[in-house]
C-alpha cells in the first residue's frame, strides 16, 4: 500500500500545472520577522554580540551536527532557539551557494512551503559560540543560523540510521507530503533543489498540525526559467529533482521492509504480544 501511495504521489508530482498551491499554516514569530528584517544579502546586519550565541548542548559536535542555541536580539529582551550549521573550508562553496538561495528568496519575496528557514549567514571571525560559560572562538568556519517552530530537529538520515522508534511510518507518510509540497513550491517559482536526499530533510520536534518535516540543504540550487508547454513532458532541470525525489521514496520503502522484516522474524511470548506485533506489521 505504501508503494502505491508513492507512486501515485509521484506521478502528481510530475504535473505541476495541475497541483493547487498549498499554502503551509506555519508562520513566522513576530521575533523572527525582526530578525529577517535585518538580513542584506543573506548577511546578519546587526552585531553579533557572543552572549547572543549560547549552545544548549555542553559538547556539541560543530562539524557534523547542527548546533541547537539560544538567540537574542540586542537589548536582549527576547530570545529563540535556533540552530547552527558550520562550514569548513573545503566546503566554503556549498555554504555560499545556500547563502545566494536565501538571499535570492528575500530579494524576490518567494512564497514558499516546508523550507527550513534561515536567519542570517557569517564567517566565524564574527561569531562566538558561548559553551558551558566558556566564549569558544572558530577558525575558518562558515555559519548559518536556522530556525524551526519546534524545539528539536532531527535529520531524516539519522533517524534511519539510528532505526528511530520516533519514525513512525505515519510521520514518513506525512514527511513525503511536506517534501512533496516544498518541491512543487520551489519548481512553481522555476526553483530547483539540485540534491534532495536523507540529509535534506529535517524533522520537526514537535511537528505542529501536519507539518512534520522541512527541506533544507540548498547547496546545490538552481533556477530553471526554461518555459516548456504543459501538455508535452517536462524536460527541464526539475526532473532531476523528480528523480532524486523517486530515489528517497525507494530508500523509504526498503526501510520500511527491514521493520517489517524485524517484526516478523521476533517471537512473542504470549498471543497479546503475538497481537500487538502482527499490528505494527500491518501499519508499517
Do not use: M
Not at 498540525?209 to 508547454?229: G, M, P, R, Y
Amino acid at each position: 500500500a505504501f508503494v502505491s501511495y508513492i507512486n501515485f504521489i509521484a506521478a502528481k508530482l510530475n504535473c505541476f500545472a495541475y497541483i493547487s498551491s498549498v499554502r503551509s499554516s506555519h508562520k513566522l514569530t513576530q521575533n523572527v520577522n525582526e530578525y529577517k528584517s535585518n538580513l542584506y544579502d543573506g548577511i546578519f546586519t546587526k552585531s553579533i554580540e557572543s552572549l547572543q550565541l549560547v549552545a544548549l548542548s555542553a559538547h556539541p559536535d560543530i562539524i557534523q551536527d547542527y548546533v541547537r542555541i539560544e538567540i537574542a536580539d540586542n537589548n536582549n529582551k527576547h530570545k529563540i532557539l535556533a540552530w547552527l550549521k558550520f562550514y569548513d573550508n573545503t566546503n566554503a562553496k556549498s555554504w555560499e551557494n545556500e547563502k545566494r538561495f536565501y538571499a535570492y528568496l528575500n530579494s524576490r519575496n518567494c512564497k514558499l512551503h516546508n523550507i527550513l528557514t534561515a536567519l542570517w549567514s557569517c564567517k566565524s571571525d564574527k561569531c562566538r559560540i558561548k559553551i558551558n560559560g566558556a566564549k569558544k572562538q572558530l577558525i575558518d568556519k562558515y555559519v548559518t543560523c536556522y530556525t524551526t517552530a519546534g524545539s528539536d530537529i532531527k535529520q531524516l538520515s539519522d533517524l534511519i540510521r539510528l532505526q528511530s522508534l520516533w519514525l513512525t511510518p505515519q510521520r514518513i507518510i506525512q514527511a513525503v507530503i511536506n517534501i512533496i509540497q516544498a518541491i512543487q513550491s520551489l519548481h512553481l517559482n522555476n526553483i530547483v533543489h539540485g540534491s534532495i536526499s536523507a540529509d535534506a530533510i529535517i524533522f520537526i520536534i514537535p511537528s505542529k498540525d501536519n507539518n512534520v518535516a522541512l527541506l533544507s540543504k540548498f547547496i546545490n540550487w538552481a533556477l530553471d526559467t526554461k518555459k516548456t508547454d504543459i501538455k508535452e513532458e517536462n524536460i527541464t532541470l526539475k526532473n532531476d529533482d523528480i528523480k532524486d525525489f523517486t530515489e528517497l521514496c525507494h530508500h523509504l520503502c526498503l526501510y520500511c521492509r527491514q521493520q517489517i522484516h524485524r517484526r516478523t522474524n521476533n517471537n512473542p511470548s504470549s498471543s497479546t504480544l503475538a497481537s500487538n506485533v502482527n499490528n505494527e506489521i500491518a501499519t508499517w
